[in-house]
């Protein structure tokens, strides 16, 4: 007699029932497969409904799509086609996500955002919600506040692919990135600014700003306090745009010819 086996959907893990099922028990949440590009509510139904005979037989025959609850499934994909303003055009959409290697897509941000970025204190953390309102920029997924590792998609020549790497270097990559496209909304300004030759104090105030902007940057990468607060923070922002990201990793893993075996 052929023994039953069960798996975590989110981590991968398989064994007999009782295991998978002590598995699920845990007080620590499993980390994420680098494959699994499953929602959590996607996650949650496939690992409870696994042990119902019959959805167990229609998971192992592959057929998972209709374990997934067809409103949430139908949600998904609206998502997908909202998202990115196409439908049926997957290679478009790989070709417009942003990788984190690169630099986030800033071009179509609205005046309006730009002059609060001028005067705000809170400019890292602001740009940073701003950015992600740009479905495309989605490249970071961070399971939750107590995950050490979080997921990352690169774009290296023609290898799209996603990485895992540590929650403190994702941080510390965000934090040169953001710093470095805030000077550049700084420079814009003040270079552009038809003012700048008659009314100086605004153009004052924003070279006040970028020097605020060093500032907080130096105390980031020198105190180990202001760090963790940097820290708890834009992880937060992350975990609240999880779900887009991992609807960003869904439409990348169905063109699986432009992976590798492993990663």
């Known amino acids: 007699m052929i023994k039953k ?20 028990k845990r007080a620590t949440i499993c980390k994420r497969e680098i494959t699994c590009s499953y ?9 409870e409904r696994q042990f119902i005979k019959e959805d167990y037989k229609k998971i192992k025959n592959g057929n998972i799509a209709e374990i997934i609850n067809i409103e949430t499934q139908n949600q998904t994909i609206n998502n997908i086609q909202n998202q990115n303003n196409i439908t049926n055009n997957i290679t478009i959409n790989i070709d417009k996500i ?26 890292y953390t602001q740009l940073l919600t701003i950015i992600l309102e740009n479905e495309f920029n989605k490249n970071v997924i ?16 023609n290898e799209k692919q996603y990485q895992e790497i540590s929650i403190d270097e994702i941080i510390h990559e ?65 975990i609240e745009n999880k779900d887009d990201a991992i609807l960003n990793q869904k439409i990348i893993m169905k063109n699986k010819d432009n992976f590798e075996n492993g990663y």
């Open 39 to 47: 929602t959590d509510e996607e996650i949650k139904i496939l690992n």
């Open 5 to 24: 086996e069960y798996q975590c959907f989110r981590c991968g893990y398989k064994s007999k029932k009782s295991n998978v099922q002590n598995h699920f």
């Open 142 to 157: 961070i399971q939750n506040k107590e995950s050490t590792h979080g997921l990352i998609f690169k774009k290296i020549n």
């Open 98 to 123: 942003v990788g984190f290697n690169d630099e986030w897509n800033i071009e179509g941000m609205s005046e309006k955002h730009r002059t609060n970025l001028l005067i705000t204190n809170v400019m």
């Open 174 to 238: 965000s934090m040169i990135k953001l710093h470095k496209q805030l000077f550049t909304i700084y420079d814009s300004h003040l270079s552009t600014n038809d003012n700048y030759n008659n009314d100086k104090s605004f153009d004052e105030h924003v070279l006040k700003q970028k020097n605020l902007t060093s500032q907080k940057f130096d105390e980031f990468l020198n105190d180990k306090k202001i760090k963790n607060n940097v820290k708890d923070v834009i992880q937060k922002i992350y």
